[in-house]
């Protein structure tokens, strides 16, 4: 089994910044993906972005060069930099990990584990 953590969300200013974390814990594996989502009230989770266990990452149309992924592999913790945060983003963010497999997919139902999730709040 797999545990993952999300921490790090909470209110923000618009144009601001936060970085999620998101700590796996349990069984490891050397090959996976690790995916963000989000979700607003009432719609479902969207993909935001992705990083594989070979290094490569993608993110989504919406939050393309404002937001980033990495990875500190010694500490399995992955992080999301948030940056010129809008309105829009507000959600309730989450991440999820598929392991052994050499593909990320965009699409929630794939994956099977998932954090408990984090509230990012963007307001003036």
């Known amino acids: 089994q797999v545990q993952l953590v999300e921490s790090g969300g909470g209110l923000v200013q618009p144009g601001g910044s936060l970085r999620l974390s998101c700590a796996a814990s349990g069984f490891t594996f050397s090959t996976y993906c690790m995916g963000w989502f989000r979700q607003f009230p009432g719609k479902e989770r969207e993909g935001v972005a992705f990083?594989?266990?070979?290094?490569?990452?993608s993110y989504g149309g919406l939050v393309r060069g404002r937001f980033t992924n990495s990875q500190d592999n010694d500490q399995n913790i992955l992080y999301l930099q948030m940056n010129s945060l809008k309105l829009e983003d507000t959600a309730v963010y989450y991440c999820?990990?598929?392991?052994?497999?050499?593909?990320?997919?965009?699409?929630?139902?794939?994956?099977?584990?998932w954090g408990q999730g984090t509230q990012v709040t963007v307001s003036s």
């Open positions: 990083m594989h266990s070979a290094g490569w990452t």
């Open positions: 999820a990990e598929e392991p052994r497999t050499y593909l990320c997919s965009t699409e929630r139902q794939w994956y099977t584990y």
